[in-house]
């Protein structure tokens, strides 16, 4: 049984593993004000070009989420996201539990526009309806969608035009960026977002995510904000060492490309196959649309998640590859796809 449930099956990359190992019998400083943590941060610097930023390392996805939307909101304010938006479906009302209600607008494709954002302001008159007052977007977004530096340079300018926080959730951020049709970087995205976060989850870490702060009015008392959520970890080094491992000699990217590589060569078999897609990825998510028998003779030997019903005969499937899927095992699955589907 082979798995493409998701990204994070496996522990962490050999090399995030062996300066683990090697930095755990030397003593740090607790709470993330340790050397290796420091190191992290200038690393980081150094590749969004901000030497302005704030930086925090949290330990996971909805965590960062619900402490950045709620920090950055007074309690009569409201985020803007796309309906698939991770804050509005598997965050389990980590948003709304913090007093904030998250307001959708449905997008095809995941992704959100000056126009859908319109709608919803449009909608929200006056002082008898929450104010939106942040938009929270994903890339890759969770259908497997990106933007390009257009749309984002659009949103941005959208964004300040109405005094709208733009908030960037990128917990497959290194999948977006070494995709074959990216065309922006992680300085274009410190540039057009007022805060985002780098995704280590997801991408060769064993548990982190480095939160990038660069409008000034989000930055003041954040530590506080992060400790009274339960957030600030006492080895937070631990967090630190694998940022520190991420961006030197170019592991992020190096990660994040091969989940990339793997998810292709999925995509040309389900394409080879005559089947049709749910979204269009170029990224390490992959939705194919099956029949329902194809699934069920899949499911013998493969772990992978339904998607969405299509009919009653066929759904979208969710296939996801990580920086450790083994090529041996996609190039297995093909052949067993090739034969199960009679192509």
């Known amino acids: 049984m082979y798995c493409f449930n998701n990204d994070y099956s496996e522990g962490a990359h050999p090399q995030i593993m062996k300066a683990l190992i090697e930095a755990s019998l030397d003593q740090h400083s607790g709470y993330s004000m340790d050397t290796h943590t420091e190191h992290a941060k200038e690393l980081i610097k150094k590749e969004i070009q901000r030497e302005d930023a704030d930086i925090h390392i949290l330990v996971g996805g909805t965590q960062t989420n619900m402490i950045t939307i709620s920090a950055a909101l007074r309690p009569h304010q409201a985020v803007i996201a796309a309906e ?5 479906v598997h965050e389990t009302g980590a948003v709304e539990s913090t007093g904030h209600k998250v307001l959708t607008q449905y997008s095809p494709d995941g992704k959100l526009t000056p126009d859908l954002i319109q709608k919803t302001l449009d909608w929200h008159t006056d002082e008898h309806m929450v104010q939106p007052k942040m ?10 969608t990106q933007y390009t530096l257009s749309e984002l340079e659009s949103l941005s300018r959208f964004c300040r035009q109405n005094g709208l926080y733009l908030f960037l959730d990128g917990a ?12 922006m970087s992680l300085a274009d995205i410190a540039r057009l977002t007022d805060v985002f976060y780098i995704g280590g989850t997801k991408n060769g870490a064993l548990f982190g995510e480095a939160l990038v702060i660069t409008h000034p009015d989000l930055k003041p008392d954040f530590r506080y904000m ?6 600030m970890l006492a080895k937070g080094f631990l967090l630190g060492i694998q940022f520190e491992e991420l961006f030197q000699n170019n592991l992020f990217y190096d990660c994040a490309s091969h989940a990339n590589e793997m998810a292709a060569i999925l995509k040309k078999t389900f394409q080879d196959c005559g089947f049709s897609f749910l979204s ?10 099956l029949p329902n028998d194809l699934i069920e003779k899949l499911r013998e030997s493969y772990e992978f998640q339904n998607q969405q019903k299509i009919d009653d005969s066929h759904t979208a499937v969710r296939f996801v ?22 192509k």
Do not use: C, M
């Open 84 to 88: 698939t938006g991770h804050i509005n």
């Open 135 to 144: 938009v929270y977007i994903s890339n890759t977004t969770e259908i497997g």
């Open 172 to 183: 497959r951020l290194g999948a977006a960026l070494t995709s074959p049709i990216n065309d």
């Open 226 to 231: 992060i400790k009274q959520k339960g957030a």
């Open 280 to 289: 269009d990825s170029a990224t390490n998510q992959q939705f194919p649309i």
């Open 321 to 342: 590859t990580s920086w450790a899927t083994k090529e041996e095992a996609v190039r297995r699955f093909t052949e067993d796809f090739r034969r199960l589907a009679g």
